[in-house]
């Protein structure tokens, strides 16, 4: 057992002291307070004077600018508007020389018409505000022509009352569907760039190991398969680690911004309420996954002798990866579909596609336990069988281009 630890911790300082782990780590972490306060910064860099929000506007009938800029008000927005004495021509020109960002023309006696002028026809969120003001005023002064009195307005406009239920039972509602949607999806992406990232890992370790001759050293005073196994762990506590860092990171990073989780972006993704079991199931899902996908890396990692050689062999375990995203990304918008039900119960892509399910749908507790059953069933058994490859693949040099020498490998171990 002494010998597992040292393995153990050999693999695990080994590539937590690496460059490219320290590198890549700071590097989501700052992303992380970056995106939480973007737009702190965007606004830090437009500057908070008032001439940053006041638009000159070109009224040329003399009675829209104070209504606008009371619907302006009224909709709570900080655009300001004001009067230009200046001509259309000379606010082009202050446009042209980079003065001035942009200005707007009012014109029209029957109906609002409205021309906002811009350095760039890009979609703009000031013109998007003012649209949607004038849009306002229009309407009321229509109403007003039209001598209809306020209630009969607000009956005109009122929204349609349209509730969505569904009948199957593991269905969730809309609301729920909205609360929910969002986490499951950055979770998704989570287990998805772990299961690629930290298996690779390995393999490149183990390769690392056979092709710098290290690998006879130590399998002479450890067994390969304690070996193995130690080299998963070791790695595998790593990648908990990096998660818990990014986790701690993603929650200081909104602490930061002043978000409570119900604004802005965060109420559009649905992370305003969720469930623990949630969160329960992406730990789970991801261990899974991670072992999974660690031991057939491992494996593979032990038929190569170069490096070079590694992305090579992964291949297939890539493909089986890129699937199962594949499948749990379109099953975002249709969860209940029956090709999502029945990869979540194949156990290469059941860390992705039950995940989803469990998140998206009030399912039945036994559908995910049994996926869970299958999972360790597979992993038992791909234990069992990567130990006998990988005791005979340690053992293997020269150059390894197929799955064949699988064969050849157990041979090799079986012998010795």
């Given at each position: 057992?002494?010998?597992?630890?040292?393995?153990?911790?050999?693999?695990?300082?080994?590539?937590a002291?690496?460059?490219?782990?320290?590198?890549?780590?700071?590097?989501?972490?700052?992303?992380?307070?970056?995106?939480?306060?973007?737009?702190?910064?965007?606004?830090?860099?437009?500057?908070?004077?008032?001439?940053?929000?006041?638009?000159?506007?070109?009224?040329?009938?003399?009675?829209?600018?104070?209504?606008?800029?009371?619907?302006?008000?009224?909709?709570?927005?900080?655009?300001?508007?004001?009067?230009?004495?200046?001509?259309?021509?000379?606010?082009?020109?202050?446009?042209?020389?980079?003065?001035?960002?942009?200005?707007?023309?009012l014109?029209?006696?029957?109906?609002?018409?409205?021309?906002?002028?811009?350095?760039?026809?890009?979609?703009?969120?000031?013109?998007?505000?003012?649209?949607?003001?004038?849009?306002?005023?229009?309407?009321?002064?229509?109403?007003?022509?039209?001598?209809?009195?306020?209630?009969?307005?607000?009956?005109?406009?009122?929204?349609?009352?349209?509730?969505?239920?569904?009948?199957?039972?593991?269905?969730?509602?809309?609301?729920e569907?909205?609360?929910?949607?969002?986490?499951?999806?950055?979770?998704?992406?989570?287990?998805?760039?772990?299961?690629?990232?930290?298996?690779?890992?390995?393999?490149?370790?183990?390769?690392?190991?056979?092709?710098?001759?290290?690998?006879?050293?130590?399998i002479s005073?450890?067994?390969?398969?304690?070996?193995?196994?130690?080299?998963?762990?070791?790695?595998?506590?790593?990648?908990?680690?990096?998660?818990?860092?990014?986790?701690?990171a993603?929650?200081?990073?909104?602490?930061?911004?002043?978000?409570?989780?119900?604004?802005?972006?965060?109420?559009?993704?649905?992370?305003?309420e969720?469930?623990?079991?949630?969160?329960?199931?992406a730990?789970?899902?991801?261990?899974?996954?991670?072992?999974?996908?660690?031991?057939?890396?491992?494996?593979?990692?032990?038929?190569?002798?170069?490096?070079?050689?590694?992305?090579?062999?992964m291949?297939?375990?890539?493909?089986?990866?890129?699937?199962?995203?594949?499948?749990?990304?379109?099953?975002?918008?249709?969860?209940?579909?029956?090709?999502?039900?029945?990869?979540?119960?194949?156990?290469?892509?059941?860390?992705?596609?039950?995940?989803?399910?469990?998140?998206?749908?009030?399912?039945?507790?036994?559908?995910?336990?049994?996926?869970?059953?299958?999972?360790?069933?597979?992993?038992?058994?791909?234990?069992?069988?990567?130990?006998?490859?990988?005791?005979?693949?340690?053992?293997?040099?020269?150059?390894?281009?197929s799955?064949?020498?699988?064969?050849?490998?157990?041979?090799?171990?079986?012998?010795?």
């Amino acid at each position: 057992m002494y010998s597992f630890w040292i393995i153990f911790k050999q693999a695990f300082k080994t590539k937590a002291m690496t460059k490219s782990f320290m590198i890549t780590t700071l590097v989501v972490v700052a992303s992380f307070f970056l995106l939480a306060n973007l737009p702190s910064i965007i606004e830090s860099f437009n500057g908070n004077d008032n001439s940053q929000q006041t638009l000159q506007v070109v009224d040329e009938t003399g009675q829209y600018t104070e209504a606008l800029q009371a619907q302006l008000n009224q909709q709570g927005s900080s655009i300001q508007v004001d009067a230009s004495a200046l001509s259309e021509e000379q606010l082009r020109a202050d446009v042209e020389s980079g003065d001035r960002d942009a200005f707007l023309v009012l014109e029209g006696d029957n109906g609002i018409t409205a021309r906002y002028i811009a350095q760039s026809a890009t979609e703009s969120a000031q013109a998007a505000e003012l649209e949607n003001a004038l849009q306002n005023l229009q309407t009321a002064r229509v109403a007003e022509q039209l001598e209809l009195e306020e209630t009969e307005l607000a009956q005109l406009f009122a929204p349609v009352g349209m509730e969505r239920e569904a009948l199957a039972e593991s269905s969730k509602s809309q609301e729920e569907l909205s609360q929910a949607r969002g986490l499951v999806y950055i979770l998704i992406m989570v287990i998805y760039i772990a299961v690629i990232y930290y298996p690779n890992m390995i393999a490149m370790e183990v390769a690392n190991e056979k092709s710098s001759r290290v690998m006879e050293i130590l399998i002479s005073s450890v067994s390969p398969v304690k070996h193995m196994f130690a080299k998963i762990a070791g790695i595998g506590s790593l990648g908990i680690l990096q998660m818990m860092i990014f986790a701690l990171a993603g929650y200081l990073a909104i602490q930061s911004s002043g978000s409570d989780l119900t604004e802005g972006v965060f109420s559009v993704m649905g992370f305003s309420e969720v469930k623990f079991s949630t969160f329960f199931y992406a730990i789970l899902f991801f261990l899974l996954g991670y072992f999974l996908y660690a031991v057939l890396a491992a494996l593979l990692g032990s038929l190569v002798s170069r490096t070079e050689d590694v992305q090579q062999l992964m291949l297939p375990m890539m493909v089986l990866i890129i699937i199962a995203s594949f499948i749990s990304f379109s099953g975002i918008s249709m969860p209940e579909a029956g090709y999502v039900t029945i990869a979540s119960y194949i156990p290469f892509f059941a860390p992705l596609v039950m995940f989803l399910r469990v998140g998206l749908l009030d399912i039945p507790l036994w559908e995910p336990l049994l996926s869970i059953a299958i999972m360790l069933l597979t992993i038992g058994i791909l234990g069992w069988f990567g130990a006998r490859v990988y005791r005979g693949g340690v053992l293997m040099y020269g150059s390894s281009q197929s799955l064949k020498d699988i064969r050849r490998a157990i041979k090799l171990g079986n012998g010795k």
